[in-house]
């Protein structure tokens, strides 16, 4: 199996931590976004400091003054290192993502399947264009895949919009 050159699964969050300090509970269906998205990151990922030491990796995500600060850990809880990025270049499709999110919410408590699913099919797209960003802002520094930069996008959400 695996040997001291490390493995492909080496390259993975094994475990996220969301900073108490800068995030609010949020509404039940934001908690539950971040909360699926944390699952679902945790159960499938692609994560690697670009330059840094094998993985598994643990993550501490927070904002700080409109920056999304990524802390990233090895498997000890040593630190490897701090990636601080402006959230200016998500602001708007983060706006989009929620607004679109709020109408998604409200249509599967009263809405028919048809409408469900052109809001639903809407709020894939948006949160698409958010991945396709942070995996452009990430650039260099931390190497994901689509998948986990879609489910990062949802907590970046979470985080971002304290609900």
Do not use: W
């Not at 990636?83 to 679109?100: E, G």
């Not at 264009?129 to 998948?147: F, N």
């Amino acid at each position: 199996m695996g040997d001291d050159t490390g493995t492909p699964g080496d390259d993975r969050l094994i475990a996220i931590t969301l900073d108490e300090a800068s995030i609010e509970r949020g509404n039940p269906d934001v908690e539950h976004e971040r909360a699926v998205a944390v699952y679902d990151l945790l159960e499938e990922n692609r994560f690697q400091p670009v330059g840094g030491p094998k993985g598994p990796y643990r993550l501490m995500l927070s904002i700080r003054e409109n920056r999304l600060v990524l802390d990233v850990a090895d498997e000890a809880g040593e630190r490897i290192v701090a990636h601080i990025l402006s959230l200016s270049p998500l602001r708007k499709v983060v706006k989009d993502y929620f607004l679109i999110c709020e109408s998604y919410f409200t249509a599967i408590r009263q809405a028919a399947p048809a409408q469900i699913e052109a809001i639903d099919m809407g709020r894939r797209g948006v949160h698409d264009e958010g991945s396709r960003i942070l995996m452009e802002r990430l650039e260099g520094k931390i190497a994901v895949d689509h998948d986990t930069a879609r489910r990062l996008f949802t907590l970046i959400c979470a985080l971002h919009f304290k609900g």
